[in-house]
């Protein structure tokens, strides 16, 4: 995991901006961590809702 500097607000000096005391910290994860079984189960859902979308599609250019 990724280190950043970082600093308090309230240790920033306002006439500089200068942080007076900053800090390593780790950086989150944009997106989370999933085991396989979460995985496999936004995976699914996230494929059931594009193929609806393009049967969707499909269906209105079938009417047209």
């Known amino acids: 995991m990724p280190l950043q500097l ?3 607000s309230a ?3 306002a006439t500089t901006l ?3 005391h900053p800090v390593w910290a780790f950086v989150p994860p ?3 961590e999933f085991d396989l079984a ?3 189960i936004v ?3 996230i494929l059931t809702l594009w193929g609806g979308v393009y049967a969707i599609k499909k ?3 079938v009417a047209d």
């Open 6 to 8: 970082v600093c308090d």
């Open 11 to 13: 240790d920033v000096d």
């Open 18 to 20: 200068a942080c007076a």
């Open 30 to 32: 944009v997106i989370p």
């Open 38 to 40: 979460t995985g496999s």
């Open 43 to 45: 995976g699914f859902a």
């Open 59 to 61: 269906l209105r250019r």
